[in-house]
């Protein structure tokens, strides 16, 4: 079934809350960049609008909208400024743990304080030892995007029975591993994001040492145990929402970045020429090919996640083959971001290169996102070798 143009435009008055702000998050863009944080001003105005709250449950004042909803927003907000976009992505997908915790839990964390945010980042080497009443959780987490505004943050962990040198296995002889969440008060930080892009997701490091955390504290990342809401959304794993938010970042840079070229191109002679970029044959054919590129892209993974969400709201479970087409949808979607912003920056010569210029910002911000988990090209290989029922890795699907 094909999705109605109703289905493919999401909530139309969720998305002109990000509308409406995306004159002052671009005016903003350069004290992000510098700062490498998301400003008071800013952040003020992104809770005003519930913007962390779009994946959040209802039953803790959150918005609760669909993924097309959120994929919109997120898109929306990238176009003036991917490193608020990308912390709002990021602040999403997490804040789908509130469908995981006990109500009261989740309540104290998230509906009481209007501005709850839970970032959470990676760490190869971390554990989490039992002990009466919780955990006892030990280890350096990094890529905390959004982690310096945030209120709680999560440490994902395998776990050890009380010897500490026991694992503690499931039903199957696999280790378990949760997510314990700590208050960002309670944590060390290390300052460690100097990159190339990004730079305003303040994705830093931060550690803890045998520090207490209650049981009722932690959560499975798996989506289909532990769930204690109803809704729709809640049956979407964390991972797909991942996708199509990270998706809609790339996608809002493309757009802005060739926007930014066309403005370029209507009035730059280059040096030796004697008429504007505009009036190239190869850059007229080039820019209308990156436009179907984008153009096309967005569609698939709107169709694609519009016609899964359809099937959820009826009631239907994620399947497997729903998940690894939202995982090919979003990643074709970066990859063809990546080759219109690669178009324009070059297309345009060396204005692009100064710093001053939108180009080279989104140039740099594009090819952070590709070097991410959600940009890898391997996610293509997986796709593939499932639809041959070959061996494939389901680690990030």
């Known amino acids: 079934m094909i999705p109605s143009s109703a289905d493919l ?19 903003l863009s350069d004290e992000v960049e510098e700062g490498r944080r998301l400003p008071p001003a800013r952040l003020d105005r992104l809770h005003e609008a519930q913007l962390f709250r779009l994946l959040l449950p209802r039953s803790t004042n959150g918005i609760e909208t669909d993924p097309v909803t959120f994929f919109r927003c997120i898109e929306t907000i990238a176009r003036a400024d991917a490193s608020t976009a990308w912390c709002l992505s990021q602040a ?22 209007p501005r709850a945010v839970l970032a959470w980042g990676p760490g190869p080497r971390v554990r989490a030892i039992a002990c009466e ?3 006892k ?10 982690g310096r505004h945030a209120t709680w943050l999560g440490a994902h962990c395998p776990i050890w029975q009380a010897d500490g040198s026991t694992p503690e296995l499931d039903g199957e002889g696999r280790q378990i591993e949760r997510t314990f969440l700590v208050p960002s008060s309670d944590v ?36 289909e145990r532990e769930c204690r809401e109803a809704g729709p959304l809640y049956r979407m794993s964390a991972m797909t929402c ?17 926007d930014s070229f066309v403005d370029v191109a209507k009035n ?60 090919m949808a979003s990643t074709n979607a970066i990859h063809r971001a990546r080759e219109a912003v690669d178009f324009a920056y070059n297309a345009a010569g060396a204005t692009a290169i100064f710093e001053s210029h939108p180009l080279e910002r989104r140039f740099r911000d594009i090819h952070t996102v590709t070097q991410q988990l959600q940009g890898r090209l391997s996610h293509f290989e997986t796709v593939g070798a499932w639809m041959m029922g070959a061996e494939a890795d389901l680690t990030f699907v």
């Open 9 to 27: 435009a999401g909530d139309p008055a969720i998305v002109a809350r990000a509308e409406a702000l995306r004159p002052a998050v671009e005016a």
């Open 92 to 113: 999403g997908g997490c804040s789908m743990s509130a469908a995981y915790l006990d109500p009261p839990v989740a309540q104290a964390i998230f509906g009481d304080d």
């Open 137 to 146: 959780v030990t280890g350096t987490w990094a890529f905390t995007s959004g």
């Open 133 to 135: 009443g919780g955990y």
């Open 268 to 327: 730059k002679i280059p040096r030796g020429k004697r008429s504007p970029i505009r009036d190239n044959a190869v850059v007229q054919t080039n820019l209308a090919q990156a436009e179907v590129g984008i153009g096309s892209a967005r569609a698939f993974l709107l169709q694609t996640v519009a016609t899964i969400w359809r099937d959820i709201s009826a009631g239907s479970k994620l399947s497997m083959k729903q998940r690894l087409a939202i995982r």
């Open 188 to 223: 060390d930080w290390t300052d460690i994001w100097n990159v190339v892009g990004l730079r305003g997701t303040a994705s830093d490091q931060f550690a803890l040492t045998d520090h207490f955390v209650p049981a009722a504290h932690s959560i499975t990342r798996d989506f």
């Open 242 to 258: 991942y996708e199509v938010g990270f998706s809609g970042v790339a996608l809002g840079i493309a757009r802005g970045a060739l």
